[in-house]
């Protein structure tokens, strides 16, 4: 039996909400579903996925159909800065994050 996976309210909403986006946006340049599929890579069964929000769809699908279509996730001229700001501060954090070891009651 196949395990379902639950996402928070949260999740599905900015999914739904990004996959409109992109069919807007899509519809908005007279894009149709088979051209817009064409030029991501993808099937246009899978294209109708990632505009109704199927949770299932690879992000990087979702990404590379809103930047061709326009829809703009993240302010491109600071992406940089925030990736190297980031990447600073991965440095100085412990490589590796490990469970503090339990004490062993050993005093019978």
Do not use: W
């Not at 908005?28 to 990632?50: C, H």
């Amino acid at each position: 039996m196949d395990k379902v996976r639950a996402y928070s309210h949260y999740t599905t909403d900015a999914i739904v909400l990004l996959g409109k986006l992109i069919k807007l946006a899509r519809k908005e340049r007279k894009l149709t579903e088979q051209d817009l599929a064409d030029r991501v890579g993808i099937s246009r069964g899978t294209l109708k996925s990632i505009e109704k929000g199927s949770p299932t769809c690879k992000i990087g699908l979702f990404f590379e159909a809103a930047t061709i279509v326009g829809v703009e996730l993240f302010n491109s001229e600071k992406m940089s800065v925030a990736i190297n700001t980031v990447s600073d501060k991965l440095t100085l954090l412990p490589k590796s994050i490990h469970n503090p070891k339990k004490d062993v009651k050993d005093d019978f």
